[in-house]
């Protein structure tokens, strides 16, 4: 299949509100050449990052929007506009390839609409985006419930913001300290002449100058180091870590997270990591297998303590939130496409719903870690507030790091290009049982 027509089609099933690139891209990467599967991904990526830009210079050439049975053909002239925009495909093949693909789509009649638009897209963008980008939805790059919460909640941060969003995210290992220090592997690596340098926030963090195949670096398959980003890699060392713990890890999936406490800590008593559906364990049990590394996992809802909890306090819990992930849209840029403004307050709700079910599963004089990766205050700073004044036993602590920015409660890290993602954390403690407990 042409690479052009699978990111469409991957796309148009985003667009159509029916699916994420992670759900929609894999079957369509299925029917691609193996050597057209980086441009199918790039192609399909790229076109979600910029989708807000293109939309708006599509509507400005097109005479009339498509009919939404028409997302498909849609989808291929934001794929075709990408090219020209974006890529080094030359023009020429650009157009040529994409108004191809019409014919596979079964549409002959949008070859016509689809050549007549990019050729005038090639002449005329560059003075069209000139005039475009007054709306800072286009200059960004950012649809508008979204640049528009940004710069309400970081005023002075949300055009940088915004710039590191649609950037490239760097590649960042985590070196599993059971294996071998930092400085260690980075030697490894100088080796290899992989050029590679130190994070600035985590102990175990390396940043890579140039992404690479997994299986290139020394030891992968081993277990010696693992792909996680800076910010996620974190929540380990905030979590004080002791001999004889009982650790639960909520919300779990896909267990780097789990992984790195038990790298951080080989003594614990035990960890437990939870996670909603049995398919989301699958990638948490491929992580410890390949690191030699147990948990006992379990598929529940975390907020439905009476079906996963033996009822033995945990000395340590992380609760890395389901949330908005508005903190990795670099990472997953079809989150510009997905996420609605009415999803904020839901996942408020939800998160507040899991501190209050698993707060009763931790011991007095426990820490419980929350954290999200999401750069909107509403699930963060405010949640935790709202928590604090509902709950009597409970208190904040200061977190041991510099990374991010001080907010009422907690620390919000901001996406950094050539850096960390963007997070969230605050660390409350148990100081006393709830009545009747």
């Known amino acids: 299949m042409n690479p052009r027509l699978a990111a469409a089609r991957a796309l148009a099933a985003v667009l159509n509100g029916k699916a994420s690139l992670n759900s929609s891209l894999p079957k369509e990467l299925d029917k691609v050449e193996a050597r057209d599967r980086g441009l199918t991904q790039d192609l399909a990526f790229g076109t979600a990052r910029w989708q807000p830009r293109l939309d708006a210079l599509a ?29 080094r495909i030359p023009a020429h093949a650009a157009i040529g390839e994409t108004v191809g693909c019409a014919d596979k789509l079964k549409k002959p009649w949008a070859k016509a609409l689809l050549n007549a638009v990019l050729r005038r897209a090639q002449r005329e963008s560059a003075e069209i985006l000139a005039e475009l980008e007054r709306d800072p939805v286009v200059r960004t790059a950012h649809p508008r ?20 969003n649609n950037a490239h995210p760097p590649m960042i290992l985590r070196v599993n300290r059971r294996h071998h220090s930092r400085d260690a592997y980075l030697g490894l690596l100088a080796e290899q002449n992989i050029a590679a340098q130190a994070s600035h926030y985590s102990r175990d963090g390396i940043v890579l100058e140039q992404a690479c195949d997994v299986h290139g670096l020394p030891g992968f398959i081993e277990g010696w180091v693992s792909v996680q980003d800076e910010a996620a890699q974190l929540a380990a060392d905030l979590l004080d870590l002791a001999p004889g713990q009982r650790v639960l890890d909520a919300c779990c999936a896909p267990g780097g997270k789990t992984c790195h406490i038990l790298e951080a800590e080989p003594q614990l008593a035990g960890v437990v990591a939870v996670d909603l559906e049995e398919k ?17 996992l379990i598929a529940a809802d975390g ?3 009476p079906a996963w909890w033996d009822g033995k306090p945990f000395q340590r819990i992380l609760l890395d939130a389901p949330c908005s992930a508005t903190g990795v849209i670099r990472r997953h840029p079809d989150i510009k496409l997905t996420r609605q403004p009415d999803d904020i307050a839901a996942l408020a709700t939800l998160q507040g719903e899991l501190l209050d079910a698993l707060w009763p599963t931790l011991d007095v004089g426990g820490v419980l870690l929350y954290a999200t990766c999401s750069t909107l205050p509403t699930e963060n700073t405010e949640v935790i507030e709202a928590f604090l004044a509902r709950t009597s036993g409970a208190r904040e602590l ?23 993602d963007g997070f969230y954390y605050a660390k409350l403690i148990k100081i006393a049982a709830a009545r009747g407990h």
């Not at 005479?63 to 075709?80: N, S, T």
């Not at 200061?398 to 960390?420: C, E, F, I, N, Y």
């Open 280 to 296: 989301r364990l699958v990638r948490v049990r491929e992580n410890l297998q390949r690191l030699g590394l147990d948990a006992q």
């Open 59 to 87: 509507e400005r050439l097109l005479q009339k929007p498509f009919k939404a049975a028409d997302a498909d053909v849609h989808a291929l002239l934001l794929v075709g506009l990408y090219q020209l925009l974006y890529s």
């Open 398 to 420: 200061d977190l041991a790091t510099t990374a991010g920015v001080k907010q009422p409660h907690g620390r919000q890290l901001l996406a950094q290009q050539g850096g960390h």
């Open 145 to 164: 419930w979204l640049q528009k919460a940004l710069k309400a909640f970081w005023p002075e941060q949300w055009e940088a913001i915004c710039a590191a």
């Open 303 to 305: 907020r439905d303590t």
